[in-house]
């Protein structure tokens, strides 16, 4: 079975010998304050950064999931004033996800781009937190770096926040163009879920509520950082895996385009096989996870058809449950699965 489901999606390939060399090393009985342990804390870091050209000044954290960052982002900021720019359902749990008093909802239809007036209207100039989503997985809209780049010339003053999760590691960020990025890695990443990754600028790191007394606050999960520690007994496992994966895979242009190339070519194949897309315009459709809308019948024997053929296709989420199906495009998928995939598709269409 070949899953082209957005997450949990297909695995790295060679994640089982690298699961055995774990084991075999092993680091999975390291104690969490060992030296063996602090030492692949900062080799992992250093990958990360190095592979996907994180500015020298920005911090990488591990946490659980970019669910809890959504907690930690709420926390760790307490009393500042949020705006959520959101389309879709993770932009909209994210922004229910806050307690903070001051948190204003901004929710902007999906053929549209963010409307800068519409953030003036709501007087974005004065906020402290801008929080957006730079894939959102489950309509597949996209916020265009040249967007992000706008919103931060012109609103200078609010912290940057982006849930990253399905495009981290698979995209280019432009990371000065914000302030808190987070991932969880069962998406780009293609890893087994359970590990997360934040990366802050110094900004938001001047900017945290040292009052915070739950264990994930971020100023602990900082300072215990500046140790190579962890603030509790972390997946050693996934850290292990993450550096393993990231070490093998090329930089992160390289990858970019070569996603990029495989989604055009994906989107002319659907097209002309007659299929319509969830995100109508090009430019706010995201290169890592396509939403093909179609009748309900439709929809459900595509799904059945691929799973013969040996391909998860993956569900469409929320209001788009019925009447869509969504493809990852992700780095551990190879250009065979996606031939593949292709020949499913023309395959299906002479039934
Ligand atoms: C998958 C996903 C999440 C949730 O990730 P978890 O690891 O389940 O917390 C959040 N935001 C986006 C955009 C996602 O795609």
Redesign the pocket.
Known sequence: MISFY??PSKIENNIDKYMQDAFEEGILSCNHRSDEFMQLMQTTIATVKDKLEIPKNYEVFFTS????CWEITDQSFRGKKFIHIYNGA?GEKWANYNTNKKVEKYKYPIHRSISLHHLDAMEAKSADVLCL?S???SNTTFIHSKTLQKIRKRYSKPLIFI?A??SMSGINMDWLSADLWYA?V??CFGLP?GL?IMVCSPKALSNLNQEDKHYNNLYSIYKNQQKHQTTHTPNILGIYLLNKVLQQRPHIRKVENELKNRMERLIKLMQKLGYDFIVPTTRLRSPTVLGIKSSEEKVHLIKQEAKKNGITLGNGYGTWKHNTFRIANFPAHTEKDFKNLHDFFRKIEKM
């Open positions: 957005p997450g999931s970019a669910t809890e993770f989503t894939c959102e997985t849930d999760t399905s969880s069962q998406k879920s997360a």
